[in-house]
């Protein structure tokens, strides 16, 4: 039995239909919270059941929370307004800093031989989307290696079955995929505009010296003129 599975599946399940719906889809910010709640709990719940310690369930909620966070964070103008004062994190963390402390709990885990379980929930957040303060312009790139390391780091636990983890919506393979794509047209785009900029400055270089050796040639043609005459 794979227990990250069963503990928390479901919470995968309820973060893609989140993921794909309209804003127009979701129910309003206090149904929501309220309903997310208690799919947190029912995680909780079962990775005590599975024997989980109180810690590792800890750990993987507060990955699970910091992810939902994020994906309400992204709707619009009504859920943003409400989760900014009523983010899960404060209800179960007492904390409003999950973009930092997810990674800081994340590089923790990374450290004890003993928590690959554990690590493996932050690394599916990381597959369902989750950036935290890799949202910055750039740090996609960052946090895609990071990703990459991650996983060679979990190579030696057992696989998993993203289809029985997430039977709705897309896999979290397309999810980075996608990420992957658009840093490949990122440095594609990054190549151009460099590339452009070095013929450009090559042409301006040339154009001066152009200039420059006209500008000689006639000095030395006016010499000659000036010097001719009577």
Not at 133 to 142: F, N, T, V
Not at 186 to 192: D, E, K
Request: proline share 4%.
């Amino acid at each position: 039995m794979d227990r990250v599975n069963e503990a928390t599946r479901d919470c995968f399940d309820v973060i893609i239909q989140l993921r794909q719906k309209e804003a127009s889809q979701v129910p309003p910010p206090e149904k929501l919270s309220h309903s997310l709640k208690g799919v947190v709990d029912e995680v909780l719940r079962r990775a005590a059941a599975l024997g989980f310690s109180h810690q590792d369930a800890q750990d993987m909620a507060y990955a699970l929370v910091a992810l939902l966070d994020e994906l309400v964070l992204g709707k619009s103008d009504q859920y943003r307004q409400f989760w900014m004062t009523h983010p899960l994190q404060l209800h179960y963390f007492k904390e409003n800093v999950a973009g930092d402390g997810f990674f800081v709990r994340l590089n923790a885990l990374r450290k004890d031989p003993h928590s690959a379980e554990v690590l493996r929930v932050y690394y599916l957040c990381l597959l369902f989307g989750f950036q935290g303060h890799y949202r910055i312009r750039g740090g996609e790139l960052e946090l895609l290696t990071l990703i990459d390391t991650v996983q060679k780091e979990l190579e030696r636990a057992s696989p998993f079955d993203f289809s029985v983890l997430a039977p709705h919506g897309e896999r979290p393979s397309e999810v980075l995929a996608s990420a992957k794509r658009r840093v490949s047209l990122l440095a594609m785009s990054l190549g151009a505009v460099a590339l452009a900029l070095l013929v450009y400055g090559g042409f301006l270089l040339s154009l001066d010296r152009s200039a420059s050796a006209m500008i000689h040639e006639i000095d030395l043609h006016l010499t000659k003129i000036t010097g001719a005459t009577p």
